[in-house]
T-cell receptor, first 111, second 113 residues
Framework: DAKTTQPPSMDCAEGRAANLPCNHS???????VYWYRQIHSQGPQYIIH???NNETNEMASLIITEDRKSSTLILPHATLRDTAVYYC????????????FGGGTRLMVKP | DSGVTQTPKHLITATGQRVTLRCSPR?????VYWYQQSLDQGLQFLIQ???????AKGNILERFSAQQFPDLHSELNLSSLELGDSALYFC????????????FGPGTRLTVL
């Protein structure tokens, strides 16, 4: 699986959009970009994933650059409950293989 | 709620002891994954089972073992426990269908004294 690079920490004001970047310059054509988050010591929570098109669900939007070397997770209206560590993971889909977690980005949403 | 359940939530034991952690996957999911999260190592993959068979191994110690039963629940057995085994242990499951997304349980916090 390709390696990812994320900033270790970010702050965001409550109610504003949180934009979390991820670099994955060595991504392969069949690798998807997955985002998970971990609130405090809870189990990682799946957020969204995509291959090359932008994706949106009820939690977030995922913007993937045309060359697929980077992506941005967007939380449109961050709340205090969005304070968590966000992990960007790239992996081959349908392989049934494990997730490789890096250090992630610790997002602090402030009032 | 991911649909994955883990018991117990907390476990406190002494060095040298043996414990068993239990995981029930989401209904219909055939794969179970075990991960360990310690303060200094982050989230690390231990082992995967698919429909009762071991599928992949990660950084799992020889003192640790796992199995998946016919009803698809899984158990992670940790023996000869050391202080450094204190960690959060998560299991995840997926169906290996078209999305292959893994869903995680709430974890078991193991403290070895």
């Amino acid at each position: 699986d390709a390696k990812t690079t994320q900033p270790p920490s970010m702050d965001c004001a409550e109610g504003r959009a949180a934009n979390l970047p991820c670099n994955h310059s060595t991504i392969s054509g069949n690798e998807y970009v997955y985002w998970y988050r971990q609130i405090h010591s809870q189990g990682p929570q799946y957020i969204i994933h995509g291959l090359k098109n932008n994706e949106t669900n009820e939690m977030a939007s995922l913007i993937i650059t045309e060359d697929r070397k980077s992506s941005t997770l967007i939380l449109p209206h961050a709340t205090l409950r969005d304070t968590a560590v966000y992990y960007c993971i790239v992996r081959v889909n349908n392989a049934g293989n494990m997730l490789t977690f890096g250090g992630g980005t610790r997002l602090m949403v402030k009032p | 709620d991911s649909g994955v359940t883990q018991t117990p939530k907390h476990l406190i034991t002494a060095t040298g002891q043996r414990v068993t952690l239990r995981c029930s996957p989401r209904s219909g999911d055939l794969s179970v994954y075990w991960y360990q999260q310690s303060l200094d190592q982050g989230l690390q993959f231990l082992i995967q089972y698919y429909n009762g068979e071991e599928r992949a191994k990660g950084n799992i110690l020889e003192r640790f073992s796992a199995q998946q039963f016919p009803d698809l629940h899984s158990e992670l057995n940790l023996s000869s426990l050391e202080l450094g085994d204190s960690a959060l242990y998560f299991c995840a499951s997926n169906s290996q269908g078209s999305t292959d997304t893994q869903y995680f349980g709430p974890g078991t916090r193991l403290t070895v004294l």
